[in-house]
């Protein structure tokens, strides 16, 4: 372990030497800048080599008055900091372990120190090539033996399908399939296909939801989804205790691959469980020394107590496949009655009530949940800390969170997943579409995943890469109302506008919410062409036909996007009356931030600047209860605008310099080209104008497409300015394309023969 300098006062491990009466770290005889938290954490691992230093402990110690949250803060960005200093890694310490769930503990060799006895001896300069051809032979060599000998590859992929029951009162199937689910899963080297998954395949061989999984059925989902063995059994009650049965199966051939067995009683349930898990990993080919290090008593990670298992199970599956909450939501409180610190009860408990829209019961089951991860998995507890992260708009960590997870468990579909929608949170869509990308390599077969993947990529301005996907998905049978989507507006973004319009008109078929979306963004692509007068019978029809089915989002989107084409039409009253509609009473539930951001601005629009600061003050509150970045920019954004209504234009730069540091809002761009223009600096506000026609796919989707054709308009303007006339006329050529045959209404005839006369 590292070695101590009493003589000194201070601690040797490689290349470092940590002063205890400096308390300062060098590396080389070089003073590295760590201070304050990170070098007392490094301090307090060190003085206690190999032992675990709890978090509880770390906690009285460094952060006596903390509360929870913030200790948890300070805690993970100290040992991130140290991390960095020492370049070591969270997923193959050489210096800070992670003990998951406990805390750390220092684990670096003191100079001198003979390797490790376990580990072959590092080759010397002159040896290396040598000993690199013969690590490659012998690793050659075990892999021919790996496949002569055993037919599953290395990292298998296993379909755990529904057991058999037999004899009277047997254990539910669904709680030995949750046990053996998660014991399974604490593998680095098994992949278990998640009960989501199986329903989505299920949806492609056209079976219902909820479908038994027999082997027939297990073997044909394995073989659409390439997993390499199945999991099937029988669970029998023979009056004494029960015994179930685990037959592991060749999908491809229908061959069982081995056959395992356990007798137990209730009591016994957690215990034996563990044990045939362990087994069925060391038959699929993991190692001893891996099942050892990853493997934590069933007990332990879920709850003692096997009822609250069992209701548990039962809510997991009903959630799967039955779409209705209240039944779920009742399984999973009987279950935490029973057990108060289920933490993975907690956690769907959670999801329900976020889906129930119930954000602060979501919030108090997410808190328990958090607080009572140590009792998981590697994979659940990573799970629970990004979302309770992502809740409490600690985006930032819950990346930090989930790129870890990955990292230990590389093939898990739903870590990716996870992960990609962390990055869209942040506004970071080349990283989101980087892991959605990673999720098809897993799971080529995922509808759902090629279909958010069109849409991003749409939405990112990469229309080709969006098409290919979309034919991709075509040709793999996996059809979906978000590929179709994102093919419509990838298509309008390559000014294929007609074709744009068929895809959004399929999408009826796949009925609500579906119908709505593509419905609304037919009734944008007449925007787009500056046929006002038909987008508005669109939005008309559709508002009609929202409320008759109780489709309150989309009818309030197409209450903003006719507000917005009444102002374009010179119809301020018009758009006031569908504003005040927005913001009635019974609608007071379901508004977001983004909807009171749209409200707002068009009331600064109209020129009605005591409503939009009533509504400016409705978003803070709502930013109080639902903190966010995404939700902070669209505040500081409505409040530029309102600022540079009131000509304060020094002021609203800055609000909307604010509003894009918190999220990367293509608006944001806007609101600054016309702060700089009232400033009448150009060429900044060409700038802006030019990074708000770059983001057209984000307007096309979030926005009303007046203001990226209006764009073209502006920029022309701001180019002519600065006498870049070629430039200027390039813009209006642009703009005149688009709406030169447009309808002759309110704003139009004015900026049209603007543009005709530059042009001339």
Not at 56 to 80: C, H, I, Q, S, Y
Not at 525 to 535: E, V
Request: net charge negative; charged share 25%.
């Amino acid at each position: 372990m590292a070695e101590e300098s009493k003589g000194s006062g201070s601690i040797r491990f490689g290349p470092f030497e940590l002063s205890l009466e400096t308390h300062e770290l060098s590396r080389d005889g070089i003073r590295l800048r760590l201070h304050g938290q990170p070098i007392q954490v490094l301090e307090l691992l060190a003085s206690c080599p190999g032992k675990l230093v709890t978090r509880d402990e770390l906690k009285k110690e460094l952060w006596p008055k903390e509360t929870f949250g913030d200790f948890e803060r300070g805690l993970n960005a100290a040992v991130n900091r140290l991390r960095d200093k020492l370049g070591d890694s969270a997923v193959d310490p050489v210096y800070v372990e992670t003990v998951p769930g406990r805390g750390y503990r220092f684990i670096a060799k003191k100079n001198g120190e003979p390797p490790d006895p376990d580990k072959p001896p590092k080759p010397g300069p002159d040896k290396t090539k040598r000993w690199a051809v013969a690590l490659i032979a012998a690793m050659a060599a075990v892999a021919a033996a790996v496949y002569w000998l055993w037919p599953i590859p290395l990292r298998s992929s296993v379909l755990i399908a529904d057991f058999d029951s037999r004899g009277d009162d047997p254990l539910p199937e669904a709680v030995v399939r949750e046990g053996l689910t998660v014991a399974l899963q604490q593998s680095r080297y098994v992949n278990v296909f998640s009960r989501p998954q199986i329903q989505e395949i299920l949806a492609q061989m056209e079976k219902a939801p909820g479908t038994r999984i027999d082997e027939a059925t297990g073997r044909e989902i394995c073989q659409r989804a390439n997993v390499q063995v199945l999991l099937t059994g029988s669970i029998e009650n023979l009056g004494k205790g029960f015994e179930v049965t685990v037959r592991a199966v060749d999908p491809g051939k229908g061959t069982l691959l081995f056959p395992e067995k356990e007798h137990f009683t209730k009591e016994e349930f957690f215990d034996k469980v563990d044990a045939l898990a362990k087994r069925i990993r060391k038959h699929l080919g993991e190692s001893v020394k891996g099942i050892k290090a990853n493997s934590l008593p069933l007990a332990e990670v879920t709850t003692h107590d096997l009822q609250a298992l069992q209701l548990y199970s039962q809510a997991a599956d009903a959630r799967d496949h039955q779409g209705r909450l209240e039944p779920v939501k009742a399984l999973l409180l009987a279950a935490l009655t029973r057990d108060p610190e289920f933490a993975m009860a907690h956690w769907l408990i959670a999801d329900v009530y976020e889906t129930m829209g119930n954000r602060a019961e979501n919030m108090e089951h997410l808190k328990h949940a958090f607080e009572h991860r140590d009792r998981l998995t590697d994979r659940e507890r990573h799970f629970i800390e990004a979302s309770y992260y992502l809740a409490t708009d600690r985006t930032d960590e819950a990346v930090n969170t989930l790129t870890a997870l990955v990292a230990l468990y590389p093939r898990d579909p739903e870590g990716h997943e996870s992960l990609a929608f962390a990055f869209y949170n942040l506004g970071d869509l080349d990283n989101a579409i980087k892991e959605l990308n990673e999720v098809i390599k897993i799971d080529p077969n995922s509808a759902v995943t090629y279909g958010n993947l069109v849409v991003w990529l749409a939405r990112n301005n990469a229309p080709e890469e969006a098409l290919k996907m979309y034919l991709e998905a075509q040709g793999r049978g996996l059809a979906s109302p978000a590929a179709e989507w994102g093919s419509g507006m990838a298509l309008w973004n390559q000014g294929r506008v007609a074709e744009a319009q068929a895809h959004f008109q399929n999408l009826h078929a796949f009925g609500p919410p579906y119908a709505s979306i593509g419905r609304i963004y037919f009734a944008r692509t007449l925007i787009y062409q500056g046929k006002l007068a038909a987008a508005n019978e669109q939005f008309e029809a559709g508002i009609l036909e929202d409320q008759e089915a109780k489709n309150t989002a989309p009818e309030l989107l197409e209450r903003y996007l006719l507000a917005a084409v009444a102002l374009t039409q010179g119809n301020p009253a018009k758009a006031r009356r569908q504003l005040q509609l927005i913001l009635a009473e019974s609608n007071s539930s379901a508004l977001e931030a983004v909807d009171l951001e749209r409200v707002g601005a068009l009331y600064v629009q109209i020129g009605d600047l005591p409503s939009a600061r009533r509504v400016l003050r409705n978003l803070e509150d709502l930013l109080t209860n639902v903190p966010s970045r995404f939700n902070s920019a669209l505040r500081d954004y409505l409040a530029g605008e309102i600022a540079l209504k009131q000509a304060r234009s020094t002021e609203a730069a800055q609000l909307f310099s604010a509003s894009l540091a918190a999220y990367p809002l293509a608006l944001s761009h806007q609101g600054l080209a016309r702060a700089y223009e009232a400033e009448q600096d150009w060429p900044m506000a060409a700038k802006e104008w030019e990074k708000f026609l770059n983001s057209r796919g984000e307007v096309f989707q979030d926005n009303c497409p007046v203001d990226w054709v209006l764009a073209h308009f502006f920029l022309a303007r701001a180019d002519g300015q600065l006498n870049d006339i070629d430039g200027s006329k390039a813009e209006y050529r642009k703009f005149l394309k688009i709406w030169g045959e447009s309808d002759k209404s309110g704003v139009i005839p004015q900026v049209v023969s603007e543009a005709q006369q530059a042009t001339n």
